[in-house]
């Protein structure tokens, strides 16, 4: 079967004229229209980019994080392999990392069982932590400053903690006075805990670590 | 290709695009800050000594989150003038030197225990500066300087000395800010 074109219409030359006219008003509709999407295409991903690259170092290193119960610490930052979120943090926050050769830093803001540490309880920070030269136990308030106590104290050492007799320690927080250590919490907000360990051995080991061998952070009881 | 398939298509390039910004802007975030450790400590790229960042339990420093028992003081150094010698006097206390470069990455750290006869010395260099040291060095007398390869031209040394106990911070302070931090002059040529 064949199917015969017919060789020329009659009123070809208007009909081709009229299809010029429909596509050009076609293509400016488009030629528009793609402007506006070309805008939007990039007003996303300038959007989306810079508000996303900022969200992920406003906090934390993301990413390497080890645990230990309510410890984390992130000790590749310390490295020649910090990742580059770690690196932005870095140059966002001004901090200065404790070299993986010097020490680890663990922080927790959390208790054991995992509530947010708060200034309205009490705490109990204790009996033992991994092998170490020296090391200090610090307690923030919300902005990350140590805190500023009438006795100021916001921290002890492991030099300066007063031990029980099988050599393991007891540190308390809150807002009344105990015997032995206490570290007086703030009035209000959230609290930071930071645990560094210098000259340690813990910190070749990059795997999880053995959440038995750091102190435990146990809520006492919460105030009014 | 209609109106919602051009519009799809607009929004996933926008997301694609989105990827990319979002990774330029990380990676170029330690180089485009300044208030970074080593923009701030920039004036110390002359200083002959370490300066103190933070003294121990100071409350007026632009350093985050601070340990209270530990000064922390630093130098900067740029390798572009001749490798750097870091010299520290240890003590009693615990000391430790590390070594970071611009841009975040911390390359080398020593604590107070490599020390010989209570002297840590090492000298920072780049790998042309140290093929340079070990083609001018006498084959039967080489040196005993501890060498560091640092990966970029400039970067920080940071020293941190810990008082274990209050009474003594004002010695922690003293030997953070005591680490001498110089220009290793070429020895003259015979």
Redesign the interface.
Known sequence: MTIRFPAALPDAPRLASAGRRVSASLRKRRSLSTAALVLYAVSVALLLGLGSAHWAVLADYPFGKIKAGAWQAAPRVGSREADPYARAVLARTAEIPLAIGEGLALTATQDSSGRTLDAGCAYRVGRATPQARYWTLTLYDADGRPVASELRRSGFTSAEVLRDQDGGFSVVIGREPKPGNWLQAPESGRLGLALRLYDTPVATGMANLDPRVFPSIERLECGP | MS?PA??L???L??????????LS???A??WL?E???FS?LRPTLTADKSEL?AAP?A?DT?????????A?S?CAYNLDEGPVRISANTGAL?Q?L???TK?????????D?AAVRGVLELVVMTRRQLDEALAAEDEDEPSTDVRIVA?RGEG?V?V?A?????SLRGAAEDAAKSVSCTIDQPPASQ
């Not at chain 2, 632009?62 to 209270?68: I, M, Q, S």
């Not at chain 2, 841009?103 to 604590?111: E, M």
């Open positions: 109106d051009r519009f298509f607009a929004t390039c926008g997301l694609v695009l989105a990827g990319i910004v979002h802007a990380v990676l975030m330690p800050s208030r970074d450790a701030r960042v339990a409350t632009w350093l985050p989150r601070t340990d209270p028992a530990v922390v630093a615990f430790s590390s070594f970071h841009g975040g990455g911390t390359f080398f750290a020593i604590t225990r990966p920080l940071v941190r810990l008082a274990a106990f209050p």
